[in-house]
């Protein structure tokens, strides 16, 4: 059986390229992007994923860890022994004292209301106050929703916005009383 032309011939080397800039994308895309800034700087390459968790008190598999009993004879060894036999050397504490003051932080509220919404459940308060019937009559209704789902949107914008409700229902208010 005859070769195909061409598949034989000898490779050129190409002095062209940037071998050491092809080197260093290699190993870019070779060693993944780490998100964690603080896992990030303290990572050292030259160990595994494993030597470098256990140095920052971090472990690799969650359920090696902390174990979880099969039965109730090995949950009463634990209880006797303690757990003196695991206790590993954490070199790099400052890590997790990051990452603890980090989960601390309060979370920020992303949960918000579209502004049509919010001046679709302004309106109807304003002209019909807690009669959700009447609001479900009303010309503002476009997408023709029942009192109950009136009302549901009403407690949405109570729950998401609470200190804006107290506020829109306290200067509504003085309105009413000039018009009786």
């Not at 070769?3 to 290699?26: E, T, W």
């Not at 920052?56 to 634990?78: F, H, S, Y």
Request: hydrophobic residues 30%; glycine residues 2%.
């Amino acid at each position: 059986m005859p070769k195909a032309k061409g598949k034989s011939r000898r490779q050129k080397y190409n002095y062209n390229v940037d071998r050491k800039k092809q080197n260093r994308a290699f190993r870019k895309r070779a060693a993944p992007r780490i998100k964690c800034t603080q896992i990030r700087h303290a990572w050292d390459r030259t160990k595994t994923v494993k030597q470098n968790l256990a140095e920052m008190g971090l472990a690799v598999d969650p359920n090696k860890a902390i174990p979880i009993p099969k039965t109730m004879q090995q949950v009463l060894k634990m209880e006797v022994d303690g757990q003196e036999a695991n206790v590993k050397t954490v070199r790099k504490p400052y890590v997790l004292n990051e990452l603890e003051s980090e989960a601390s932080l309060p979370e920020k509220k992303s949960e918000t209301l579209s502004r049509d919404l919010i001046d679709y459940v302004q309106h109807m308060i304003r002209s019909h106050g807690e009669n959700y019937k009447a609001m479900a009559r009303d010309e503002k209704n476009y997408y023709q929703d029942t009192p109950k789902q009136i009302k549901r949107k009403i407690n949405v914008y109570k729950r998401f916005y609470p200190e804006e409700y107290q506020t829109f229902v306290a200067s509504l208010q003085p309105e009413k009383m000039e018009q009786q």
